[in-house]
């Protein structure tokens, strides 16, 4: 059975098979943004060993060096997107003869807005719903994974740990910003975003700037 529920626990990862997330759902269906102290203190923890250099270079960054874009790294018949989708949206329909793999409609409590979006496949309308690397890619590139092998930068690109679905327009503003440049003007989800993005990079060994970790450590003080 596919749960929508997020993984309660921040340090737990899930792969697509199962579940995904690191937030439950909140009975509205907007993802429930006040993780626990006891996730709140593991964040910190992790926060606090991460390395803290400065961003490196963005050059020679390319989206390919993360392998093709959404790829079926789970090998489930479907691709990661689509993936996704049927694990953050409500009510999803599905292009027949594709064995519930591409999603044609849905909807979406956003948790960086806390809207409702109402998702339509298509040309046109597909991109109100997005697929956010919560670590995007380009920061990523800018610290540490220059470094990385091609097969670890691929597994990065379509890990759910670090994939949500979330509001277009919004994930086009936080383009490869950072916790020091954006935060999701949901204040109340916060706290899960930051604590996500942290177990997402301590996970790969990916660096923080004194800024971002400045930034960070604000947020989850406040939780």
Not at 70 to 98: A, H, P, Q, Y
Request: one cysteine or more; hydrophobic letters at 35%.
């Amino acid at each position: 059975m596919r749960v929508r529920a997020f993984m309660a626990g921040l340090a737990t990862v899930t792969m697509l098979a199962g579940c995904g997330g690191l937030e439950a759902q909140s009975s509205g269906g907007v993802p429930d943004a006040k993780p626990d102290s006891a996730a709140v203190d593991d964040a910190k923890k992790k926060l606090g060993e991460l390395e803290v250099k400065g961003r490196a270079p963005k050059t020679g960054f390319d989206r390919d060096k993360f392998g093709p874009a959404w790829s079926d790294v789970d090998r489930n018949g479907c691709d990661t997107r689509n993936d996704i989708l049927k694990r953050d949206m409500e009510d999803e329909t599905f292009k027949s003869g594709t064995h519930d793999c591409i999603v044609l409609t849905g909807t979406l409590q956003d948790p960086y807005s806390g809207k409702t979006i109402t998702f339509k496949r298509g040309q046109t309308t597909s991109s109100a719903v997005q697929i956010d690397h919560l670590v995007p890619l380009s920061d990523a590139w800018q610290k540490g994974a220059q470094q990385w092998s091609a097969t670890k930068r691929k597994e990065f690109a379509n890990d759910p740990l670090n994939l949500l679905a979330v509001d277009g327009p919004l994930n086009g503003q936080k383009s490869d910003s950072d916790a020091a440049t954006w935060l999701p003007p949901r204040k109340a989800y916060r706290c899960a975003y930051i604590a996500r993005q942290i177990d997402v990079k301590a996970k790969y060994g990916v660096w923080v700037t004194s800024a971002e970790k400045d930034a960070m450590k604000g947020i989850l003080d406040s939780c």
